[in-house]
């Protein structure tokens, strides 16, 4: 290959690499609640995620779940991911960690 192709190629993978970077979505942390107890709301950037990065950092999210005669709580479930967790239509917010004291947990 040539040098210009090759430069041309470099140049479209860092283009690329920033715009996945840049549309990532944020979450500023609010500094006085710890990160364990922060409840995190799911963005519309997370429901409609194509993919999920197979990265394991549970998060203990709240399920809205759908009864047929009467209304339900929610339940608490753990899920692998953020990602994951807001993949679920029925998932409304998420903290980090596993959920405690529960055998709900999704794979």
């Given amino acids: 290959m040539s040098t210009k192709k ?3 190629i470099g ?3 860092v283009a690329v ?3 996945g970077f840049l549309s990532a979505p944020r979450i500023a942390p609010d500094k006085t609640i710890p990160p364990e107890s922060q409840v995190f709301t799911c963005t519309p950037e997370q429901r409609n995620a194509e993919v999920c990065a197979q990265i394991y950092q549970p998060v203990c999210a709240t399920v809205n779940i759908q009864c047929i005669t009467t209304p339900c709580d ?3 479930e ?3 991911n953020a990602c994951s967790a ?3 239509p029925l998932v409304s917010s998420y903290i980090a960690g596993e959920c405690s004291g529960t055998d709900n947990t999704t794979k």
């Fill in 6 to 8: 090759l430069i041309i």
């Fill in 11 to 13: 140049v479209v993978i």
């Fill in 17 to 19: 690499l920033a715009l």
């Fill in 74 to 76: 929610p339940i608490q």
């Fill in 78 to 80: 753990t899920f692998p």
């Fill in 86 to 88: 807001c993949g679920n």
